[in-house]
């Protein structure tokens, strides 16, 4: 089983940027997509953007779209969340996710495999 453990949250002002990293370890050969998701204060766990572990190929949500961008290095099996042109309704704490099947890329109940999160606070 994989494990995943993110960093690289924190309080930035608004427009501000951030880099969010989840490093796997443990088996990750079968994994199939990575994926990023949030939960601000009071809401329910939303889908950010996940990302094929092999083929690299994204998927983002509409409230991200343009602003954040999913990356992955193999070598170092970890994806990363660059997070630009923060908005204060970014503030969450933010999980990453791993799943090894290759359906339902945006459902939180398909990924097996969770980390702790990391808050991001946007804030001035």
């Known amino acids: 089983q994989v494990q995943l453990a993110e960093s690289g949250g924190g309080l930035v002002p608004p427009g501000d940027s951030l880099l969010l990293s989840c490093a796997a370890s443990?088996?990750?050969?079968?994994?199939?997509?990575m994926a990023w998701f949030r939960q601000g204060p009071g809401k329910e766990r939303e889908f950010v953007g996940s990302?094929?572990?092999?083929?690299?190929?994204?998927l983002y949500a509409d409230s991200v779209k343009g602003r954040f961008t999913i990356s992955r290095d193999g070598a170092k099996n970890t994806v990363y969340l660059q997070m630009n042109t923060l908005k204060p309704e970014d503030t969450a704490v933010y999980y990453c996710?791993?799943?090894?099947?290759?359906?339902?890329?945006?459902?939180?109940?398909?990924?097996?495999?969770w980390g702790q999160g990391t808050q991001v606070t946007v804030s001035s």
């Open positions: 990302v094929t572990w092999r083929g690299g190929t994204t």
């Open positions: 443990g088996v990750t050969f079968s994994v199939y997509h």
């Open positions: 996710a791993a799943k090894y099947s290759a359906v339902a890329p945006t459902r939180a109940d398909a990924y097996t495999r």
